[in-house]
């Protein structure tokens, strides 16, 4: 076992949007920080092999439940938000601020560095036009929903992002990790977190695997960002058995159907939704390139469907699940789609059946179900406090694992409000630590 011998101040394990943020502030406010990431840090290309290798892989990024439903995270530098699809929503504050975590400040100085707006009209597609302008008809406020996009970089008729965006216009969490670096962090890819060493109730480090390799990195703070399934996995094995139990995934459908004079299939997915708060569902539109759209129906078995990518209208609907399920001790997920869930994306599909038919559409069906959003598995409330600090001194956690309560929204931007504060408090750790050192500094000096 080798250890790896340089100093630093703090490990971060992960370097999704929740990692790469708290390892870029920290490093901004001139901490030693080491990121470790499971997955390579190539480059991105947008291709479809490179999504399939780094979010695709079943037992690795596309976990599979009992019920056939694939929960898909990215195992690379900068975690799901390679993929992602931009939405920037803001946080539900009040159920956050009743479990102690108050993000505003946090979350107006992530607007304000951020990219976040909605798309020009020139960038939203035709398929999301067509979609909000029956939906409109229809009674609903649909509107166009915040990005994180560099817009002047970003292209119509491009549909890249899915895949990862190579053009540098889709703001992603990678961007964090290279400026952390730039300020002087390191980042090791490549590096699987097995387990937090632990003596005395304190993190002392961490264990990770990485090119066949068993090592070990000693430090004073650990924040393990390991995304919503990853952290639960890395805690248990670190003696916190209680991760990873009752937790949510944001299950969802989309509803398709084609219509003529549509030559689509290339826009930018979710330029525009409704938030359907009462009926616990999200609707938006959803482009997906041509090899996803096949997917999405040979899962259905509508192979009659194979080669209308082109012409088809889809919306999204995104639930609010109940918190229920574990992951296993090897990172499997077990849960289930309680039937009140299927409900409300049922209800949802009646909805946005009727929308695609109001825009002209036929042969209108629904996908299999699918997860993206896998959080609250090391609540707030119950495995941490609202200092995100677990039962262990100097081990913190910071992901979409922290969430306290059913979710049912797009979260990055929460999460990096949520990293923000977190660096904060770590800062005002240390400074505390500092003072009192130099306040008992002169009794020291007197008995020696
Ligand atoms: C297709 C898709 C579309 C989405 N669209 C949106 C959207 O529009 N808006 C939005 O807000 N959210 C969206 N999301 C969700 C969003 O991407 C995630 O919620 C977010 O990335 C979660 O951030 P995180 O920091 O919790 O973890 P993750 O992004 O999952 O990052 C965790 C990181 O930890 C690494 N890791 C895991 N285990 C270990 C280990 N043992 N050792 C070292 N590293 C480890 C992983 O490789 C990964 O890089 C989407 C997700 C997907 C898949």
Redesign the pocket.
């Known amino acids: 076992m080798n250890d790896a011998k340089q100093s630093f101040d703090a490990i971060v394990?992960?370097?999704?949007?929740?990692?790469?943020t708290v390892a870029k502030e920290l490093s901004a406010k001139g901490r030693k920080v080491l990121m470790?990431?499971?997955?390579p840090n190539t480059p991105i290309n947008g291709t479809a092999a490179q999504f399939i290798a780094m979010?695709g892989i079943p037992g690795k990024s596309a976990l599979i439940t009992g019920k056939m439903l694939a929960v898909?995270?990215?195992?690379?530098?900068?975690?799901?938000?390679m993929?992602?699809?931009?939405?920037?929503?803001d946080p539900p504050y009040e159920m956050l601020s009743s479990h102690g975590l108050d993000i505003k400040a946090e979350v107006e100085e992530a607007k304000a560095e951020l990219p976040i707006a909605p798309l020009s009209d020139e960038l939203v597609g035709p398929a999301a036009v067509r979609i909000m302008s029956s939906a409109r008809e229809l009674g609903y406020e649909w509107h166009k929903l915040n990005k994180f996009v560099y817009q002047d970089k970003c292209r119509s008729g491009c549909w890249r992002c899915?895949y990862g965006c190579p053009f540098g216009a889709k703001w992603s969490?990678r961007m964090f990790v290279e400026d952390a670096v730039a300020l002087g962090a390191t980042l090791i890819s490549d590096?699987?977190?097995?387990r937090v060493l632990v003596e005395g109730g304190k993190a002392t480090g961490v264990e990770?695997k990485c090119r066949g390799e068993l090592r070990r990195a000693e430090v004073g703070t650990v924040i393990v960002?390991?995304?919503?399934?990853?952290?639960a996995?890395?805690l248990r094995a670190s003696g916190i058995r209680g991760a990873g139990y009752d937790f949510f995934y944001d299950p969802l459908i989309t509803v398709m159907g084609t219509v003529s004079g549509l030559n689509g299939g290339r826009e930018f997915p979710?330029a525009a939704g409704i938030h359907m708060e009462e009926e616990g569902y999200l609707m938006t539109d959803m482009t997906v390139p041509a090899l996803l759209h096949v997917g999405f129906h040979a899962e259905v078995l509508r192979f009659d469907q194979l080669a209308s990518h082109s012409r088809t209208l889809q919306i999204m609907i995104k639930a609010k699940d109940s918190l229920c399920g574990r992951i296993t001790d090897g990172g499997g997920v077990r849960k289930g789609l309680p039937a009140h869930d299927q409900a409300k994306l049922m209800k949802g599909y009646g909805r946005a059946r009727d929308i695609l038919r109001n825009a002209g559409a036929k042969n209108v069906h629904k996908s299999w179900y699918i997860a993206?959003?896998p959080?609250g598995t090391v609540k707030v409330g119950d495995i941490l406090d609202s200092d995100l600090k677990t039962e262990y001194d100097n081990l913190y956690v910071?992901?979409?694992?922290v969430i306290p309560e059913a979710w049912g929204l797009?979260?990055?931007?929460t999460?990096i409000g949520l990293a923000k504060r977190l660096a904060k408090h770590l800062a005002a750790e240390d400074e505390s630590r500092a003072v009192s050192q130099v306040e008992q500094s002169p009794t020291i000096a007197q008995s020696a």
């Open positions: 394990v992960g370097t999704g949007p929740g990692g790469a470790l990431e499971w997955g979010a898909v995270r990215g195992i690379t530098t900068g975690g799901s938000s993929f992602f699809y931009a939405t920037a929503y899915n969490a590096a699987k977190v097995t990770f960002a390991a995304g919503g399934i990853g952290s996995v890395v979710m993206s959003h959080g910071c992901d979409c694992s797009p979260p990055t931007l999460l």
